[in-house]
Each structure stands twice: as C-alpha cells, then as structure tokens.
C-alpha cells in the first residue's frame, strides 16, 4: 500500500493535471480571485479526502478490532466499485452543503468518485488487486496484471481485449475527472489557430 501522501499526489498531479496546469497558468497571469481560491480549496480537499478515503478504515479497525487491516469496514472491502459510492455521496453532500445547488453538486461527487478510483488504480499498481467487483465477485482482480499478457499465449483478440480494458479503465477515472472539472468551471476546449 502506498503512503498516504502519494494517493493525494497521484490524483492530484496525475488524474487532474489539467486542472492544475489551468491553476498555475490563472495564478501566473493574476487571474484567480479570493472566491476562485476558495473554489479550488474545496475541490483539492475533496478530492484529497476523498483519495484517502478507502484506508480510512484501517483507523476504525485499529480502534475497534484492535488490528491495522486497513481494507475491510466489517465485511465489505474498502477498495471496491460498491464502497467507492461512499465518495460519491461525500462528494456531493459536500457540493451540496457548498453550492446548494444539486445540478452542481452532483459534479462534485464525480470528482470525488475519481479520486477515489485513483487510490484503487494506485493500489493496485503497487499491490497487484482490488475486490474491485464485491460483492458480485469477491477475489481480487488486478486492471494492470492484465497489461502484462502474452500476445503468443492468448492470441491476438484475447490479447487486444485486455490490453483495451487495462487502459480504458484508466482513461475513464481521468475523463471522470476532467468532465467534473469542466462542469465545476475549469474550462477545456479546442483553440483553433486562426
């Protein structure tokens, strides 16, 4: 498992490097005010908290159980796409608290889902698996185990298939990102040259 920090700085520097490229450009040309400011807190913390958020339960098994696992809150694993709508949730109680506005909100919580699907990505680089699908499938599954496949052992459509999934997996927790950006005011677009 990865120390906490590098789970904040993958999403960070990582999955949302769009949006800290359009920070750092808006600071440099004096372009970002105190309500900006506070708009980029509330995202960086949500999205940080939210990156964390699949080992926070190893407090509450240190604290009840006595023990430091830090992958299961009673019988549900952690790092999996069902616990992962506990970020959703917080993302968007949090939007709602913020914006009162659900329309908005509901982006909040997409950028807190990809955050947290970052730490799975993250963890299971570092580890090899996730129960990614608990609880229809409760073994562990590893997205970039299947990067590592033989073109030679499993022909070239079942190779193809698991190379697609491995990445498509990947670019989808970045495009989640960045459609939540866009929608939160980071705007991306094509400029054509004229």
Sequence with gaps: MPYPVAHVLFFVFC???????AIIRSIFRRELSLRDSIQILLLLSIGSLSAL???????YNLIVNGGSGHCWIGPVPTHSFLFSFSAF?????????AYGKFSKAIYLGIFAEAAFLSHLLLDDAHEGSCTYLYPI????????????????ENGL??????????????????MMALFALNQLGFEFKYRSKK
């Design 137 to 152: 499938y409760n073994k562990s599954i590893s997205v970039f185990s299947l990067m590592n496949v033989s073109f030679y």
């Design 15 to 21: 999955i949302s490097a769009a949006a800290v490229y």
């Design 89 to 97: 949730m917080y993302g968007t109680l949090a939007g709602l608290i």
């Design 157 to 174: 459509f079942n190779y193809l298939i698991k190379s697609f999934l491995s990445v498509f997996f990947f670019c989808f927790v970045i």
């Design 53 to 59: 958020l699949p080992d926070v339960p190893a407090i």
